[in-house]
């Protein structure tokens, strides 16, 4: 059974989908998982967190899907995804949220995460202790060395310089009154070949839903993000660090790095030649989607549990 829901986190109306068990009876106080998008995606993740929502609904769990401000049907200017300062909060309000359905065990909440998401969901573990479990699949560590990554590889150091004087240049901007330089998400923020943005730009013409245009104070944002930081903090909270090997989108580094910075009780899997997309059957394939939910699913049914009561 699915339920639209509505919540508000700092005055921004935050929207989302609700999954309850079929067979849920008011004698049952479920553990439920709140589930966190990437970087300009929706709470469907392009199909992926509802193939993994369906899989933990069946298994029993009460799942929240939501999208993020400045994504999806939410509020706050559409690309505006300050992923290091409001995405958190966002997150933590979702907790209270599901904390409140008389559904929900408020003592048996778990939180996952894919790329972004996968790196708010550790950060957040880190602050916030209602989250007894945590996945981050495919997160990056660390925001400034995840945009440098990309803009070295495609451009070069110089190409790097240029885009930080941007971003400097319009950090000046804002503090004059003067609204944020838009640029295209592919391109212009995320460097890619330029004979693959034709192929980006169908694609995101095809998926309207996600955001193809920010703001370069996400970038701003994005640079001054170390969740890794955060990592040592996250224990005794169990966390899950998932990645593909062949991710071409975050490196595995970045999944390494999360894990070795954080305490026990942890875990890292790698999936050999797994993708960006994990959880996508479609991208990944079947065994290696299954194998990521899977990895997920035994995650929680280890720290969390349902009751009746």
Not at 58 to 81: I, K
């Amino acid at each position: 059974m699915q339920e639209a829901v509505a919540f508000y986190s700092w005055g921004c109306k935050i929207v989302g989908l609700l999954h309850i068990p079929d067979d849920y009876t008011s004698r049952q106080r479920c553990p439920a998982i709140v589930m966190s998008h990437g970087m300009a995606n929706d709470r469907d993740e392009s199909g992926q967190h509802t193939f993994l929502a369906k899989k933990l609904e069946e298994t029993g769990y009460v799942v929240l899907r939501f999208d993020f401000r400045g994504c999806g049907l939410s509020g706050a200017p559409r690309g505006r995804m300050l992923i290091g300062t409001e995405w958190p909060q966002d997150l933590r309000n979702a907790i209270t949220y599901v904390s409140s359905r008389p559904e929900v065990d408020p003592e048996r909440i778990g939180a996952v995460g894919s790329s972004w998401g996968g790196g708010v969901t550790a950060y957040t573990a880190a602050c916030d202790k209602r989250i007894k479990a945590a996945v981050s699949l495919a997160g990056p560590a660390s925001g400034e060395r995840w945009l440098r990554h990309q803009w070295v590889a495609q451009h070069g150091e110089d190409g790097w310089r240029q885009f930080l004087a941007d971003v400097a240049i319009d950090r000046e901007r804002r503090i004059q009154g003067e609204p944020s330089k838009m640029v295209r998400l592919i391109g212009g923020f995320i460097p890619v070949e330029p004979d693959q943005i034709p192929f980006y730009d169908e694609f995101l013409a095809a998926h309207p839903i996600m955001v193809s245009d920010v703001p370069l104070e996400v970038a701003d944002d994005v640079l001054f993000f170390w969740p890794e930081e955060m990592a040592s903090r996250i224990a005794p909270t169990p966390i899950r660090f998932i990645h593909g090997t062949a991710d071409p989108v975050v490196d595995p580094q970045e999944a390494k790095l999360f894990y070795e910075r954080s305490g026990e009780p942890k875990d890292l899997c790698l999936i050999k030649e797994g993708i960006h997309q994990l959880l996508s059957p479609e991208d990944s394939g079947e065994e290696k989607a299954n194998e990521a939910a899977d990895l997920v699913l035994e995650w929680f049914e280890k720290y969390l549990s349902w009751e009746e009561i």
